[in-house]
């Protein structure tokens, strides 16, 4: 009974973690094959609190990931001069600043989406304004994969084009998640965005403010 209670202890999470990364893959193809169905999918069946968390975490991991191994490893060209590298220690605690920044960010604009809902007639839970914050954050973040070819002018065009897709995702979204007509959820999606550009200027600030404290990157060489 003890060995029967342990195994269950270790399978149950990792059936539970095997069933979210499903999940979160399901929800990525569809979004990026046909968003509008996918959109619907999402909206009549509301994932847990966890699981937009869980999808947040994991999809943070990958602009991560890949901007440590690019910096620490690679090297970035920005098209005159040197390669460009950091020392591993602090590629790794600016990957980690980041990693929070991320995180942060995805969460404060699901408060906005969530707060804002009151101007448009809409109610959504704090679970739903998080699906919607953290589906249309995920081709940006997808974006990191681009880092693997570290060229600055690729790497910003490869940005562009994921940042077109994540808006384009939050004015596909918004009206289909909100339950509002699509006129209000237009202008909805673009209070949000707004918003979210505000969001962007504080965290850029906030990052400006910490390189003055000497917590900035250190160079190889």
Known sequence: MVCLFLINKTYLPFQLHK???????NHLWGL??????????????????FYSLSHIAI???????????SAAHLGWSIG???????TPNSAML????????????VISLAILIHEL???????????????????????????????????LWFVMLIGLVGLTYSVYLLYA???????IPEGKGFIY???????GLVLLAILMAASVILWSMGMGPVYVG
């Open 19 to 25: 069933r979210y990364s499903r999940m979160i893959l």
């Open 32 to 49: 990026y094959t046909h968003p509008k169905e996918e959109w619907h999918s999402i909206e009549e069946r509301h994932e847990s609190y």
């Open 59 to 69: 999809i943070s991991l990958i602009p991560v990931l890949m901007s440590y191994y």
């Open 80 to 86: 005159v001069g040197d390669i460009i590298k950091l």
């Open 94 to 105: 600016m990957s980690i600043g980041m990693y929070f920044g991320l995180m942060v960010g």
């Open 117 to 151: 809902a009151k101007a448009f007639d809409a109610a959504p839970t704090y679970t739903q304004s998080l699906e919607l914050a953290a589906y249309t954050a995920t081709p940006l973040f997808m974006v990191g994969f681009a880092a693997f070819f570290p060229v």
């Open 173 to 179: 979204g918004t009206p289909i998640l909100m339950h």
């Open 189 to 195: 999606a673009s209070s949000v965005v707004t918003c």
